[in-house]
């Protein structure tokens, strides 16, 4: 079974600009959730979607939203670009079961670079 | 606030010499204790999850087990393979609604020499 896949692996943006992400969830996976880690503040939840529909969402500004497709697929999207917004962004995906069914399988990471 | 507390931030192992990885928590309502391996540009990957107090998994030389403030970790007779960051995360009942959403700790890394 493939696991949770993100592109680009790689990417340098400068300031200013604004960024796409992409995630596809593990196949039959329907919530999809993002984090951000920075070696300062570690791994924190950006937001989740499930059903195309966001569930929750963390204490990021505006500038990061994301959206969920008919077929699970993920994107987020960071507008204005700065600095600080420089990391490593992990989709995880998980089966959409209640119980001890919940756990988050992450994929690979975009590592983000802003100039 | 959900808070999760790693300790010790890093951790230098000879192999085979066992320790051990602590994680204190604070949250309103567990669902779950969830602990991840993350290798240096990677993805964190899926170990165990503990769902309530006095719970044990083991995977190979690793064991977590649950208390109702922390979780440990036990690395067991480590090799040079188990080198790694850990990470240890806990998700919230939610009232209103359901949801993924997990805090992690900060991890601990662990280097084991041969």
């Known amino acids: 079974k493939a696991g949770v896949t993100q592109t680009p692996r790689y990417l340098i943006k400068t300031r200013g600009q604004q960024v796409t992400l992409s995630c596809s969830p593990i196949s039959g996976h329907r919530s999809v959730s993002w984090y951000q880690q920075t070696p300062g503040q570690g791994l924190q939840f950006l937001f989740e979607y499930f059903s195309e529909t966001q569930r929750n969402k963390g204490n990021f500004p505006g500038r990061f939203s994301g959206r969920q497709f008919s077929n699970s697929r993920s994107e987020m999207n960071v507008s204005t670009l700065e600095l600080g917004d420089s990391a490593l962004y992990l989709c995880?995906?998980?089966?959409?079961?209640?119980?001890?069914?919940?756990?988050?399988?992450f994929g690979p990471g975009t590592r983000l670079t802003v100039l | 606030e959900d808070q999760v507390t790693q300790s010790p931030e890093a951790l230098r192992l000879q192999e085979g010499e066992s320790s051990s990885l602590n994680c204190s928590y604070t949250v309103s309502g567990l669902r779950g204790l969830f602990w991840y391996r993350q290798d240096p540009g990677k993805g964190p990957e899926f170990l165990f999850t503990l769902y309530s107090a006095g719970e044990e998994k083991e995977k190979e030389r690793l064991k977590a087990t649950l208390t109702k403030k922390e979780s440990f970790l036990h690395i067991t007779a480590p090799k040079p393979e188990d080198s790694a960051t850990y990470l240890c995360?806990?998700?919230?009942?939610?009232?209103?609604?359901?949801?993924?959403?997990?805090?992690f700790g900060g991890g601990t890394r662990v280097l084991v020499k041969p």
């Open positions: 995880a995906s998980s089966a959409p079961r209640e119980g001890p069914y919940n756990e988050q399988f």
């Open positions: 995360a806990v998700q919230a009942r939610m009232i209103k609604a359901a949801g993924n959403k997990l805090t």
